[in-house]
């Protein structure tokens, strides 16, 4: 039986690995559930799988649930502690499933205790790749991909050598807007952002869906994970989403991993490495598929995918100038505050403002982060919509 910390418990990630956990009884036990401020969801993980520390990061939502009473567990709240929760001696797996930069030191902590990280929050690598990277190998820490697309790249890679890689092939379903232009999106509201094709996302996550930035997000990630250059990424749009991700390799060969378009396999697969076991997931019917097609992505209108690509390039604090960036420009089109394109002119304006450092450390990154927020902040206010 594997201890897992799923961080993030109430997300739609968390809530699908404690779906996993359900779906293959024995096989794991929770040890700590940590989220930021759904108490009464959290209240309801606590009390069915009964972990020995809970943690709420929102002070509000802590105070509110230490009032109910969890034989068992120890109740904690507050940032601080939200990071401590990843360093649990029991804990064999760290599943990181918390959304944008506020998962980096949770899973930075949590490589230094030797835990494995089971990752979903792609901000990590994004940010602070390099960093991260290399304390997995110095703790000697698998880091176990939980996007379906990186997920699907390491299993392509299970029996291969890395060094034979010739082309990842990043897919990505187009999102909502797929062969959409400019003028068709740019007053497109947060209904129309959220109601994506084929996923069942976290808000934020589904907006950078619709903008392409997530695709973006994941070239970074990609970079890092797998050590390719930038020109060895290539992104295809798949609309069916059956196809997860492919590696050309450098016989000509492309290897795929298909399956039906459901997170729980990617999640499941991390948790279980290096077995196999049983899920619920639909089997795919070839029978019945008809069509498995595939675009080229329209760099031009989704500009965040391109930014993505300079960023990564540029290195250095540039890619958390991004990352910064764009979870602020989200977070405002959530509120209304801006329209839906306008989260491309606040990365850019970001990117070009920016003075760009070499091999940041995490102190540098931090004080990065909070600096472009306010920046990007401050031109939202200052431009409008």
């Not at 016989?251 to 999640?267: K, T």
């Not at 509120?335 to 403002?353: L, P, V």
């Not at 920046?375 to 919509?385: H, K, P, Y």
């Amino acid at each position: 039986m594997k201890n897992i910390s799923v961080l993030g418990s109430t997300g739609s990630i968390g809530t699908q690995a404690l779906d996993v956990v359900r779906n293959l009884p024995g096989k794991f036990k929770i040890s700590v559930l940590a989220a930021n401020s759904n108490d009464e969801l959290f209240a309801r993980q606590i009390e069915e799988f009964k972990p020995a520390l809970a943690v709420l990061a929102d002070e509000a939502a802590y105070k509110r649930l230490k009032e109910k009473n969890f034989p068992g567990t120890e109740i904690a709240g507050g940032r601080r502690a939200f990071i401590d929760c990843a360093t649990f001696p029991d804990s064999e797996i760290v599943l990181t499933s918390m959304s944008g930069f506020a998962g980096l030191e949770p899973t930075i902590e949590a490589i230094k205790c030797g835990k494995n990280i089971a990752l979903a929050n792609k901000e990590t690598l994004v940010v602070a790749g390099e960093i991260v990277m290399k304390l997995a190998e110095e703790y000697k820490v698998k880091i176990l991909p939980v996007d379906s697309e990186h997920g699907a790249f390491f299993q392509c890679l299970r029996g291969e050598n890395p060094k034979s890689i010739k082309k990842l092939l990043l897919t990505a379903s187009g999102g909502p807007f797929r062969g959409k232009k400019f003028e068709d999106i740019k007053d497109a509201t947060v209904n129309e952002v959220l109601a994506h094709p084929t996923w069942n996302m976290g808000k934020k996550i589904t907006v950078d869906s619709a903008s392409l930035v997530n695709k973006g997000l994941e070239v970074i990630e990609a970079k890092r994970l797998y050590g390719v250059e930038y020109d060895q990424i290539q992104v295809v749009v798949h609309p069916q989403s059956v196809i997860h991700s492919m590696i050309e390799f450098c016989d000509g060969s492309v290897i795929a991993q298909l399956a039906e378009p459901d997170m729980r396999l990617p999640i499941q697969y991390a948790l279980t490495y290096p077995e196999r076991m049983k899920s619920p997931i639909k089997s795919l019917d070839f029978w019945k598929m008809r069509d498995l097609t595939f675009e080229e992505p329209d760099f031009e209108t989704f500009r965040g995918l391109k930014f993505a690509f300079d960023a990564g390039r540029t290195g250095g604090t540039m890619p958390c100038v991004f990352n910064a960036a764009n979870e602020v420009a989200v977070a405002a089109f959530l509120k209304g505050f801006i329209k839906f394109t306008k989260i491309y002119d606040i990365i850019e304006n970001a990117m070009m403002k920016c003075e760009v450092k070499q091999n940041p450390t995490l102190e540098m990154l931090i004080e990065e982060d909070l600096k472009i927020r306010k920046l990007s902040r401050d031109f939202i206010e200052n431009n409008g919509r």
